[in-house]
Protein backbone atom coordinates (compact mmCIF):
# COMPACT_ATOMS: atom_id res chain seq x y z
CA UNK A 1 0.00 0.00 0.00
CA UNK A 2 1.47 3.34 -1.08
CA UNK A 3 0.22 6.75 0.40
CA UNK A 4 0.89 10.06 -1.46
CA UNK A 5 1.49 13.42 0.16
CA UNK A 6 1.12 16.60 -2.43
CA UNK A 7 4.18 19.13 -1.40
CA UNK A 8 4.37 18.47 2.09
CA UNK A 9 6.34 21.74 3.98
CA UNK A 10 7.69 22.09 7.32
CA UNK A 11 6.84 25.31 8.83
CA UNK A 12 9.73 24.85 11.53
CA UNK A 13 13.28 23.48 10.92
CA UNK A 14 16.54 23.97 12.46
CA UNK A 15 19.26 22.92 9.84
CA UNK A 16 22.73 24.33 11.58
CA UNK A 17 25.82 24.98 9.35
CA UNK A 18 28.93 23.05 8.27
CA UNK A 19 29.35 19.54 8.84
CA UNK A 20 25.67 19.39 10.74
CA UNK A 21 23.58 20.81 8.10
CA UNK A 22 25.06 18.41 5.34
CA UNK A 23 24.15 15.11 7.53
CA UNK A 24 20.64 16.47 8.48
CA UNK A 25 19.47 18.37 5.50
CA UNK A 26 18.91 15.44 3.53
CA UNK A 27 16.42 14.04 5.67
CA UNK A 28 14.39 16.75 5.06
CA UNK A 29 15.12 17.13 1.98
CA UNK A 30 13.77 14.02 0.78
CA UNK A 31 10.85 14.08 2.87
CA UNK A 32 9.16 18.01 2.48
CA UNK A 33 9.46 20.16 -0.81
CA UNK A 34 10.55 23.12 1.49
CA UNK A 35 10.68 24.02 4.72
CA UNK A 36 11.36 27.37 6.96
CA UNK A 37 14.35 27.66 8.28
CA UNK A 38 15.26 28.89 11.73
CA UNK A 39 18.03 31.85 12.02
CA UNK A 40 19.55 30.93 15.05
CA UNK A 41 23.09 30.41 14.44
CA UNK A 42 25.18 31.72 16.10
CA UNK A 43 26.02 34.56 14.94
CA UNK A 44 22.39 34.62 13.94
CA UNK A 45 21.51 35.05 10.52
CA UNK A 46 20.41 39.07 10.93
CA UNK A 47 21.84 40.51 7.34
CA UNK A 48 22.05 40.17 3.72
CA UNK A 49 24.74 38.81 3.32
CA UNK A 50 24.44 36.08 5.37
CA UNK A 51 21.29 35.47 4.24
CA UNK A 52 22.37 35.10 0.72
CA UNK A 53 25.30 32.94 2.36
CA UNK A 54 23.26 30.50 4.05
CA UNK A 55 20.87 30.05 0.97
CA UNK A 56 23.61 28.53 -0.61
CA UNK A 57 24.57 26.17 1.39
CA UNK A 58 21.11 25.03 2.45
CA UNK A 59 21.07 24.72 -1.52
CA UNK A 60 24.31 22.63 -2.24
CA UNK A 61 23.53 20.55 0.97
CA UNK A 62 19.73 19.83 -0.14
CA UNK A 63 20.68 19.02 -4.24
CA UNK A 64 19.72 17.48 -6.04
CA UNK A 65 16.10 17.49 -4.39
CA UNK A 66 13.64 20.30 -5.21
CA UNK A 67 13.51 22.03 -1.77
CA UNK A 68 12.45 25.03 -1.28
CA UNK A 69 14.18 26.83 1.70
CA UNK A 70 11.93 29.54 3.29
CA UNK A 71 14.62 31.69 4.98
CA UNK A 72 13.80 33.69 7.92
CA UNK A 73 15.57 36.83 9.60
CA UNK A 74 16.60 37.12 13.00
CA UNK A 75 14.59 39.81 14.74
CA UNK A 76 16.54 42.85 15.42
CA UNK A 77 15.01 46.40 15.73
CA UNK A 78 15.37 46.90 11.98
CA UNK A 79 13.88 50.42 10.24
CA UNK A 80 12.60 50.76 7.03
CA UNK A 81 15.32 50.52 4.78
CA UNK A 82 16.86 47.77 5.98
CA UNK A 83 13.86 45.67 5.79
CA UNK A 84 13.01 47.07 2.59
CA UNK A 85 16.20 45.70 0.96
CA UNK A 86 15.75 42.45 2.37
CA UNK A 87 11.90 41.57 2.04
CA UNK A 88 12.10 40.14 -1.20
CA UNK A 89 14.77 37.46 0.22
CA UNK A 90 13.33 36.50 2.96
CA UNK A 91 9.67 34.38 3.83
CA UNK A 92 9.68 35.84 7.71
CA UNK A 93 11.14 37.27 10.83
CA UNK A 94 11.91 35.30 13.34
CA UNK A 95 11.53 36.91 17.31
CA UNK A 96 13.34 35.22 19.68
CA UNK A 97 12.96 36.78 23.47
CA UNK A 98 16.38 36.65 24.86
CA UNK A 99 18.09 34.30 26.23
CA UNK A 100 15.14 31.46 26.27
CA UNK A 101 16.12 28.72 24.12
CA UNK A 102 19.14 27.59 21.80
CA UNK A 103 21.05 30.26 20.75
CA UNK A 104 18.93 33.74 21.42
CA UNK A 105 21.42 35.28 23.66
CA UNK A 106 20.87 38.12 20.76
CA UNK A 107 17.18 37.94 21.21
CA UNK A 108 14.84 40.67 22.48
CA UNK A 109 15.58 42.11 26.04
CA UNK A 110 12.27 44.78 26.33
CA UNK A 111 9.32 43.41 24.51
CA UNK A 112 7.64 47.06 25.29
CA UNK A 113 10.26 48.79 22.87
CA UNK A 114 10.08 46.98 19.18
CA UNK A 115 6.20 48.19 18.00
CA UNK A 116 7.88 50.19 15.33
CA UNK A 117 9.62 47.48 13.95
CA UNK A 118 6.54 45.02 14.55
CA UNK A 119 4.58 48.44 12.71
CA UNK A 120 7.00 47.91 9.56
CA UNK A 121 6.61 44.57 8.91
CA UNK A 122 2.94 44.61 9.15
CA UNK A 123 3.05 47.55 6.11
CA UNK A 124 5.79 45.25 4.27
CA UNK A 125 3.66 42.45 5.00
CA UNK A 126 6.21 40.36 6.43
CA UNK A 127 5.13 37.44 8.93
CA UNK A 128 5.89 37.41 12.50
CA UNK A 129 7.20 34.30 13.79
CA UNK A 130 7.70 34.20 17.53
CA UNK A 131 9.33 31.75 20.36
CA UNK A 132 6.50 32.64 22.60
CA UNK A 133 8.19 31.80 26.14
CA UNK A 134 8.41 34.02 29.17
CA UNK A 135 11.32 33.71 31.61
CA UNK A 136 8.53 32.36 34.47
CA UNK A 137 8.37 29.24 35.95
CA UNK A 138 9.26 26.82 33.39
CA UNK A 139 5.76 25.05 32.83
CA UNK A 140 4.18 27.94 32.57
CA UNK A 141 6.11 30.60 30.52
CA UNK A 142 4.02 29.28 26.98
CA UNK A 143 0.95 30.74 28.96
CA UNK A 144 2.84 33.90 30.67
CA UNK A 145 3.09 34.90 27.19
CA UNK A 146 -0.20 34.41 25.63
CA UNK A 147 -0.91 38.29 26.50
CA UNK A 148 1.71 39.55 24.70
CA UNK A 149 0.50 37.94 21.76
CA UNK A 150 -2.72 38.91 22.03
CA UNK A 151 -1.42 42.58 22.36
CA UNK A 152 0.24 42.46 19.45
CA UNK A 153 -2.53 40.80 17.68
CA UNK A 154 -4.43 43.71 18.31
CA UNK A 155 -2.37 46.67 17.86
CA UNK A 156 -1.54 45.36 14.23
CA UNK A 157 -4.36 43.41 13.29
CA UNK A 158 -2.71 43.20 9.66
CA UNK A 159 0.64 41.38 10.69
CA UNK A 160 0.33 37.88 10.34
CA UNK A 161 1.91 36.31 13.39
CA UNK A 162 2.68 32.92 13.95
CA UNK A 163 2.75 31.05 17.48
CA UNK A 164 6.12 28.93 16.99
CA UNK A 165 5.80 25.30 18.64
CA UNK A 166 2.99 25.35 20.56
CA UNK A 167 2.47 23.52 24.07
CA UNK A 168 -0.29 24.16 25.49
CA UNK A 169 -4.62 23.93 24.97
CA UNK A 170 -4.72 27.73 26.25
CA UNK A 171 -2.35 28.75 23.09
CA UNK A 172 -4.73 26.73 20.72
CA UNK A 173 -7.46 28.75 22.68
CA UNK A 174 -6.19 32.03 21.50
CA UNK A 175 -6.41 31.28 17.80
CA UNK A 176 -10.12 31.03 17.68
CA UNK A 177 -10.20 34.89 18.97
CA UNK A 178 -7.79 37.07 16.80
CA UNK A 179 -7.99 36.20 12.94
CA UNK A 180 -4.40 37.79 12.41
CA UNK A 181 -2.94 34.85 15.20
CA UNK A 182 -1.63 31.05 13.86
CA UNK A 183 0.43 28.37 15.13
CA UNK A 184 2.67 25.45 14.15
CA UNK A 185 3.03 22.35 16.48
CA UNK A 186 5.77 19.94 15.89
CA UNK A 187 5.38 15.84 15.75
CA UNK A 188 6.61 15.49 19.68
CA UNK A 189 4.40 17.71 21.16
CA UNK A 190 1.53 15.60 19.87
CA UNK A 191 3.17 12.65 21.24
CA UNK A 192 4.94 12.89 24.38
CA UNK A 193 4.02 15.01 27.71
CA UNK A 194 6.71 16.09 30.29
CA UNK A 195 6.20 12.16 31.67
CA UNK A 196 8.15 10.84 29.04
CA UNK A 197 10.66 13.79 29.32
CA UNK A 198 11.35 13.58 33.09
CA UNK A 199 8.63 10.94 34.62
CA UNK A 200 10.73 7.69 35.05
CA UNK A 201 14.80 7.69 34.17
CA UNK A 202 15.44 11.33 32.67
CA UNK A 203 15.41 11.37 28.53
CA UNK A 204 17.83 14.18 27.49
CA UNK A 205 16.77 13.69 23.67
CA UNK A 206 13.39 14.39 24.41
CA UNK A 207 14.46 17.79 26.46
CA UNK A 208 13.32 20.81 24.22
CA UNK A 209 11.66 24.14 24.66
CA UNK A 210 9.27 24.69 25.27
CA UNK A 211 8.94 21.84 27.39
CA UNK A 212 6.52 19.25 26.77
CA UNK A 213 3.52 19.70 29.10
CA UNK A 214 0.16 17.72 30.94
CA UNK A 215 -1.51 15.23 28.72
CA UNK A 216 -4.54 17.39 28.79
CA UNK A 217 -2.69 19.64 26.56
CA UNK A 218 -1.12 17.07 24.55
CA UNK A 219 -4.17 15.60 23.65
CA UNK A 220 -5.70 19.23 22.72
CA UNK A 221 -3.33 19.67 20.27
CA UNK A 222 -3.13 15.89 18.82
CA UNK A 223 -7.42 16.90 18.44
CA UNK A 224 -7.12 19.73 16.35
CA UNK A 225 -3.76 18.33 14.42
CA UNK A 226 -5.82 15.37 13.72
CA UNK A 227 -8.74 17.53 12.72
CA UNK A 228 -6.45 19.93 10.11
CA UNK A 229 -7.72 22.96 12.46
CA UNK A 230 -7.43 25.74 9.60
CA UNK A 231 -5.15 27.63 11.76
CA UNK A 232 -2.21 25.05 12.65
CA UNK A 233 0.49 24.48 10.49
CA UNK A 234 2.55 21.62 10.77
CA UNK A 235 6.38 22.82 11.97
CA UNK A 236 8.84 20.24 13.08
CA UNK A 237 11.28 22.17 14.84
CA UNK A 238 13.57 19.43 14.32
CA UNK A 239 16.93 20.73 16.13
CA UNK A 240 19.55 18.93 15.78
CA UNK A 241 22.64 18.18 18.51
CA UNK A 242 25.47 16.12 19.09
CA UNK A 243 25.24 13.44 21.55
CA UNK A 244 27.86 15.15 23.72
CA UNK A 245 25.55 18.43 23.77
CA UNK A 246 22.55 15.98 25.09
CA UNK A 247 24.07 13.08 26.92
CA UNK A 248 25.41 15.74 29.89
CA UNK A 249 25.15 18.04 32.00
CA UNK A 250 23.52 21.00 30.81
CA UNK A 251 21.95 19.17 27.93
CA UNK A 252 20.80 21.32 25.10
CA UNK A 253 17.40 21.96 24.19
CA UNK A 254 16.08 20.62 20.96
CA UNK A 255 14.67 17.15 19.61
CA UNK A 256 15.99 16.11 16.07
CA UNK A 257 13.16 14.24 14.20
CA UNK A 258 13.77 15.35 10.99
CA UNK A 259 14.57 11.41 9.62
CA UNK A 260 11.29 10.14 10.85
CA UNK A 261 8.52 12.94 10.39
CA UNK A 262 5.96 11.68 7.83
CA UNK A 263 6.30 8.06 8.36
CA UNK A 264 5.18 8.98 11.91
CA UNK A 265 2.42 11.79 11.03
CA UNK A 266 1.33 8.79 8.53
CA UNK A 267 1.40 6.22 11.17
CA UNK A 268 -0.15 8.62 13.61
CA UNK A 269 -3.07 10.19 11.34
CA UNK A 270 -3.50 6.37 9.71
CA UNK A 271 -4.26 5.38 13.65
CA UNK A 272 -6.92 7.80 14.33
CA UNK A 273 -8.19 7.06 10.90
CA UNK A 274 -7.60 11.19 9.93
CA UNK A 275 -5.39 10.78 6.67
CA UNK A 276 -7.95 12.87 5.11
CA UNK A 277 -7.08 15.52 7.25
CA UNK A 278 -2.98 15.44 7.19
CA UNK A 279 -2.17 17.06 3.42
CA UNK A 280 -4.30 20.36 4.96
CA UNK A 281 -1.75 20.00 8.28
CA UNK A 282 1.63 19.25 6.37
CA UNK A 283 1.16 22.22 3.86
CA UNK A 284 -2.14 22.68 2.51
CA UNK A 285 -3.02 24.97 5.75
CA UNK A 286 0.70 26.62 5.38
CA UNK A 287 0.36 27.27 1.71
CA UNK A 288 -3.42 28.98 2.25
CA UNK A 289 -2.33 31.04 5.05
CA UNK A 290 0.84 32.57 3.87
CA UNK A 291 -0.40 32.54 -0.42
CA UNK A 292 2.81 29.86 -0.70
CA UNK A 293 3.25 28.57 -4.14
CA UNK A 294 6.31 26.37 -4.02
CA UNK A 295 7.11 23.89 -7.12
CA UNK A 296 4.57 21.19 -7.01
CA UNK A 297 6.26 17.68 -5.71
CA UNK A 298 4.62 13.90 -5.20
CA UNK A 299 6.33 12.24 -2.02
CA UNK A 300 5.16 8.76 -1.30
CA UNK A 301 5.06 6.44 1.78
CA UNK A 302 5.35 2.81 1.48
CA UNK A 303 3.86 -0.14 4.16
CA UNK A 304 6.99 -1.46 4.57
CA UNK A 305 8.30 -1.48 8.63
CA UNK A 306 11.67 -0.25 9.54
CA UNK A 307 13.63 0.09 12.38
CA UNK A 308 14.79 3.82 13.07
CA UNK A 309 18.82 3.77 13.88
CA UNK A 310 20.03 4.40 17.18
CA UNK A 311 21.96 7.25 15.47
CA UNK A 312 22.81 9.29 12.48
CA UNK A 313 26.47 10.14 12.84
CA UNK A 314 26.54 11.79 16.36
CA UNK A 315 22.89 12.67 16.53
CA UNK A 316 19.85 10.54 18.13
CA UNK A 317 16.67 10.65 16.34
CA UNK A 318 13.48 11.19 17.64
CA UNK A 319 12.04 7.47 18.07
CA UNK A 320 15.37 5.95 18.23
CA UNK A 321 15.41 2.08 17.57
CA UNK A 322 11.60 2.40 17.46
CA UNK A 323 9.73 0.02 14.55
CA UNK A 324 7.70 2.23 12.09
CA UNK A 325 5.27 1.32 10.15
CA UNK A 326 5.24 3.45 6.90
CA UNK A 327 8.77 4.23 4.84
CA UNK A 328 9.49 7.12 2.54
CA UNK A 329 10.08 5.67 -1.18
CA UNK A 330 13.49 7.71 -2.52
N1 LIG B 1 13.35 23.83 20.37
C1 LIG B 1 14.49 23.70 21.01
O1 LIG B 1 14.53 23.16 22.12
N2 LIG B 1 15.66 24.12 20.47
C2 LIG B 1 15.84 24.87 19.25
C3 LIG B 1 15.47 26.32 19.39
C4 LIG B 1 13.97 26.57 19.44
O2 LIG B 1 13.25 26.26 18.50
O3 LIG B 1 13.49 27.11 20.44
C5 LIG B 1 17.31 24.75 18.83
O4 LIG B 1 17.75 25.56 18.01
O5 LIG B 1 18.00 23.82 19.29
ZN1 LIG C 1 11.75 27.97 19.67
ZN1 LIG D 1 12.89 25.79 16.77
Redesign the pocket.
Known sequence: MIISLSTPLDM?L?LREGAMLRLVAPFSAAQFAGAVI?P?LVPPVDNADRLARYRAEIEAATAPYPFLPLMTLFFRPYDAATLQGLRDQIFAVKL?PEG?????AGGVRDLTTIEPTLALMEALGIPLLV?GESHGFVLDREAEFLPVYERWARTFPRLRIVM??ITTAAALDLLERYPNLFATVTLHHLLITLDDVAGGLLQPHL????IAKRPSDRDALLAAALRGHPKLMFGS?S???PIDRKEAAFC????FSAPVLLPMLVELFERHDALDNLPAFVGGNACRIHGLTPPPRTVQLIAESWQVPARYGDVVPFAAGQTLRWRLVE
Open positions: HHMNYVTTNSHEHFCKPDAPHAAGV
